[in-house]
C-alpha cells in the first residue's frame, strides 16, 4: 500500500506526522519519571506473611505474597518476591525498588504505584486494570497479555520490556516512553496519549491504533500504521496497478 499527498487529508493522518515533526523539532518535551526515595540502610523484613501487611523501611528477599489480601510497601526494596496468581485487593507501592518479582497472572485492580522501579520481572498475564502508575521505571519485565484497561500511567518508562498482546484499552497516558520494547498485537483501543514516545518500537498487528492519536511514531512506523489506520477508519483500498 503506497501512500501520496492526498491519504494524509485525514486528520487521524495529519495527527501523526505533526507529532512527528514537533518531535523532531524538539517540541515534544517528555518529563521523565522520578526516581524512588529508598533510604541506603534498609531493615531485613523477617516477620511471618499474613493476608494485610504494611511494610516501611525494609529490605524483603525471598519472600512469598502469594496469600497477601492487602499489600502497602512504602520506602523499601523487594528482591525474588513471589506474587504469583495471588489476589491482591488492595496492593499500594510508594518509594519502592523491585527486583526479580515473579508475578504470573497476579490480579491487582486498581492499583497504586507512586516511584517504583521495577527491574528483571515475570507478569505475563497480570491484571492492573484501573491501576495508577505515576513515576515509575519498567526495565526487563514481562508484561505480554499484561491488563492495563483504564490504567493511569504519568511519567513512566517501559525499556527492554515484553508487552505483546498487553491491553492498554481506555487507558490514559502521559509523558510516557517506551523504548526497545516488544509491543506486537497490544491494544490501545480507546486509550489516550499525550507526550508519548513510541517510536522505533514495532508496532505490527497492534490494535485499536486510533487511540495512539498524540503518540509520537516515526516514518517507518507511519507505513506500519497506515493499512491499520484505514482499516479502523473504515477505508477501502484499491490497488491502482
Known amino acids: 500500500?503506497?501512500?501520496g499527498r492526498r491519504d494524509f487529508r485525514c486528520p487521524e493522518f495529519a495527527k501523526l506526522i505533526c507529532n512527528r515533526k514537533r518531535y523532531e523539532m524538539g517540541l515534544t518535551m517528555i518529563?521523565?519519571?522520578a526516581v524512588p526515595q529508598v533510604p541506603p540502610q534498609l531493615d531485613v523484613w523477617s516477620e511471618n506473611t499474613q493476608a494485610e501487611l504494611e511494610?516501611?523501611?525494609?529490605?524483603?528477599r525471598n519472600v512469598d505474597f502469594t496469600?497477601?489480601?492487602k499489600l502497602s510497601v512504602d520506602s523499601s526494596r523487594l528482591e525474588n518476591v513471589i506474587t504469583t496468581a495471588a489476589v491482591v485487593e488492595a496492593l499500594e507501592l510508594t518509594d519502592v525498588e523491585c527486583v526479580k518479582l515473579e508475578g504470573s497472572a497476579l490480579r491487582a485492580y486498581q492499583a497504586k504505584f507512586l516511584r517504583v522501579t521495577m527491574n528483571n520481572c515475570r507478569l505475563t498475564g497480570a491484571e492492573f486494570a484501573e491501576g495508577q502508575f505515576e513515576d515509575c521505571s519498567f526495565k526487563n519485565i514481562q508484561f505480554d497479555e499484561v491488563g492495563f484497561r483504564f490504567a493511569t500511567f504519568k511519567r513512566v518508562r517501559f525499556e527492554d520490556c515484553v508487552l505483546r498482546h498487553a491491553d492498554f484499552s481506555s487507558a490514559k497516558l502521559s509523558h510516557v516512553t517506551f523504548t526497545n520494547c516488544e509491543v506486537e498485537g497490544a491494544n490501545f483501543d480507546s486509550a489516550s496519549c499525550q507526550n508519548v514516545d513510541v517510536t522505533r518500537q514495532n508496532l505490527v498487528g497492534a490494535k485499536g491504533v486510533l487511540g495512539l492519536k498524540g503518540a509520537t511514531i516515526s516514518l517507518e512506523q507511519?507505513?506500519?500504521l497506515a493499512p491499520l489506520l484505514a482499516s479502523?477508519?473504515?477505508?477501502r483500498v484499491e490497488d491502482d496497478s
Do not use: Y
Open 1 to 3: 500500500m503506497s501512500l
Open 31 to 33: 518529563t521523565k519519571p
Open 55 to 60: 511494610l516501611d523501611r525494609v529490605l524483603v
Open 67 to 69: 496469600a497477601a489480601a
Open 222 to 224: 507511519l507505513g506500519q
Open 232 to 235: 479502523e477508519l473504515g477505508f
